[in-house]
């Protein structure tokens, strides 16, 4: 397929899938879940949980009240003391939602930690490096399941694609009938793809990455070609990808 048969198939989809049809019950997405809050803690919550199997991940995130967030600690120790989802326990739920209700009652956005680090030279790295690095310092609660869930603080050359962070922040700033643009001081432009194995089987099939390694130079690398179709939103395109991976469209 030539690359203006790629960016007309990408166009095309990106176009058809923009509507709120396309999360339901029959065609679940974290995203979703995120859409009836509109709020920024607990859509961080849903993208942080968005791996493993999509049935699941609802399943998990329908079961949490997330007006625990305004609640006070033992409050939210003794609602979740029986939650658990993979990798974690009760008390890595338990601590990731008293790490952001701390953060609410201190009155603090968490796009107010982000954009400084960020507008310094436009890179969405320098912010996720900033606000993970804030959460981890507002709550010393430590496990293999709750470090897993906030990921590393992002190192100088990455590896990991970060792609639960790089989709948390498609929806914070992208603004359509998907996505829910609660941000304003980040650019649409300098946005990463949330890599995860559509997309990346996806873009390898397209010819849109070379990379053989899902890692963080495959993210540079897709976001890089995407921005040849739209310089000014490559992420745009996003959905349309991980769509057409997981219905296995082209395979």
């Known amino acids: 397929m ?15 899938r923009n509507h709120h049809e396309e999360l339901s019950q029959d065609r679940p997405d974290p995203l979703m879940i995120a859409s009836r809050y509109k709020d920024e803690f607990s859509s961080l919550i849903c ?3 968005a791996y ?9 995130l329908e079961s949490l009240d997330f007006s625990l967030l305004d609640a006070d600690e033992k409050t939210i120790e003794q609602t979740l003391s029986h939650h658990y989802y993979r990798f ?3 008390k890595d739920i338990q601590a990731l939602f008293i790490t952001l209700a701390r953060l609410k009652k201190n009155r603090s956005s968490l796009e107010s930690i982000f954009l400084p680090a960020y507008q310094k030279e436009s890179n969405v790295m320098d912010g996720l490096r900033a606000l993970i690095a804030m959460l981890y310092d507002i709550n010393p609660y ?3 399941g709750y470090q897993f869930l906030l990921g590393t603080i992002p190192p100088t ?3 990991s694609p970060y792609k639960r962070w790089h989709m948390y922040l498609r929806w914070m700033v992208r603004n359509d009938h998907l996505d829910l643009g609660l941000w304003q001081g980040v650019d649409t432009k300098d946005l990463l793809v949330p890599l995860d194995t559509h997309t990346f089987a996806v873009g390898k099939k397209l010819g849109l990455i070379q990379r053989k390694s899902y890692d963080f130079k495959a993210v540079l690398e897709l976001s890089h070609t995407l921005q040849k179709i739209d310089p000014s939103d490559p992420v745009k395109y996003d959905f349309a990808l991980y769509r057409l991976g997981q219905e296995k469209i082209l395979f």
């Open 2 to 16: 030539t690359f203006e048969a790629v960016k007309k198939l990408l166009k095309e989809e990106a176009l058809k």
């Open 47 to 49: 993208a942080l949980f």
């Open 52 to 60: 493993g199997n999509v049935s699941a991940i609802i399943q998990f």
């Open 88 to 90: 974690q326990n009760a």
């Open 142 to 144: 430590r496990s293999r």
């Open 157 to 159: 050359n990455p590896h």
